[in-house]
């Protein structure tokens, strides 16, 4: 049962439940001789009774006061679903709409899209442990793996704050990979989901690490690209071969890094909330395999139960002393 109490010294009080086994609380009246008592069973039976009943009173009452709680606990789970990590671009430019312009209302912002689209994937996936990470200037913890859609719910609608100016990813992949370190080999897909309307240069140690990490963690990647109007996808190729470097277009030579990672990749370039759906609809049909983990129950406290016992007990005891007969 993983029983505790947040007090253990209140339970010293629970030797006071000894007392009723030797006063049962009826009121003693005198007899000339004990002998023109007759015999009665029901009343011996009786007498037992509220002395238990009186035990179990100050017993419930005492483990209420202590605090008594069932610790936490875990059990096996099996589903059909992935371990998911969201990894969410928080730069200032999320905060735009797809035609690169400050919401006016007829139009949500790409992060807005992105808060409310992911927030239907969660529900649907119903056995996926999700995760929460973000992005920006620095990478952002939001919410570590977890069987809790309401708490992965909560980090994504967290993520439409007012965001920060700078894009600093490679941050953000090491934040999104790290939730899949220090873990046991677990059946089905680990994926990261990375939801980002552009880039930024990968220095080559950041690069390395990255790329040891996601063939060590075995991960699965998916790259939403929210493109804004007008800006460079990730298969174009400039004009002048100049300008075909990492620095006047990252989010190609993103694409390629992760092409290059030698794991399961795809990228979808989204140009409209729509798209972002359909994208999210087909990562929702990929990753379907069987999944089994450990759910963690949380405390539970056990006092308001004990309170309510307790209160029961005294109505009874309250109830055979209303019934008492008095000389």
């Known amino acids: 049962m993983n029983l505790a109490v947040d007090y253990p010294w209140v339970l010293l009080a629970l030797l006071m439940s000894l007392f009723p086994l030797f006063n049962n609380g009826v009121t003693q009246v005198p007899y000339p001789s004990i002998e023109i008592i007759p015999n009665d069973g029901l009343s011996s039976f009786i007498s037992v009774l509220i002395k238990l009943i009186a035990v179990a009173a100050i017993t419930f009452l005492v483990?209420?006061?202590?605090?008594?709680?069932?610790?936490?606990?875990?059990?096996e789970r099996i589903g059909y679903g992935a371990h998911i990590v969201l990894l969410l671009d928080r730069s200032k430019s999320m905060d735009y709409t797809y035609a690169g312009k400050a919401p006016d209302g007829s139009e949500e912002s790409k992060?807005?899209?992105?808060?409310?689209?992911?927030?239907?994937?969660i529900k649907q996936r119903k056995h996926d442990r999700i995760g929460v990470a973000g992005y920006s200037t620095s990478a952002l913890f939001f919410m570590p793996l977890t069987e809790n859609k309401q708490a992965a719910l909560a980090a994504v609608s967290?993520?439409?704050?007012?965001?920060l100016a700078y894009t600093n990813i490679s941050k953000g992949l090491a934040m999104g990979l790290s939730y899949f370190q220090q873990q046991s080999s677990q059946t089905g897909s680990r994926i990261i989901l990375?939801?980002?309307?552009?880039?930024?240069?990968?220095?080559?140690?950041?690069?390395?690490?990255?790329?040891?990490?996601?063939?060590?963690l075995?991960?699965?990647l998916y790259w939403i690209?929210?493109?804004?109007?007008?800006?460079?996808?990730?298969y174009e190729k400039p004009e002048d071969p100049r300008d075909d470097n990492a620095g006047a277009m990252p989010e190609r030579y993103l694409h390629l890094f992760f092409t290059s990672l030698g794991i399961p990749y795809k990228a979808y370039?989204?140009?409209?909330?729509?798209?972002?759906?359909?994208?999210?609809?087909?990562?929702?049909?990929l990753e379907n395999m069987p999944l089994h983990y450990v759910e963690k129950i949380p405390k539970q406290d056990?006092?308001?139960?004990?309170?309510?016992?307790?209160?029961?007990?005294?109505?009874?005891?309250?109830?055979?002393k209303l019934a008492e007969a008095r000389p």
């Open 158 to 163: 967290a993520t439409d704050l007012p965001a």
């Open 302 to 320: 056990l006092s308001n139960q004990c309170y309510q016992l307790a209160m029961l007990f005294i109505s009874l005891l309250w109830i055979f």
């Open 111 to 121: 992060a807005s899209a992105a808060k409310r689209l992911l927030s239907e994937f």
């Open 225 to 234: 690209f929210m493109r804004s109007e007008n800006s460079p996808g990730l």
């Open 269 to 285: 370039q989204a140009e409209n909330p729509d798209a972002v759906q359909e994208a999210i609809n087909d990562i929702n049909q």
């Open 218 to 220: 075995n991960i699965r």
């Open 63 to 75: 483990l209420a006061l202590a605090g008594l709680n069932r610790g936490e606990q875990s059990r």
């Open 194 to 216: 990375l939801v980002s309307d552009g880039a930024a240069v990968i220095d080559p140690d950041s690069e390395a690490k990255i790329r040891r990490w996601a063939k060590q």
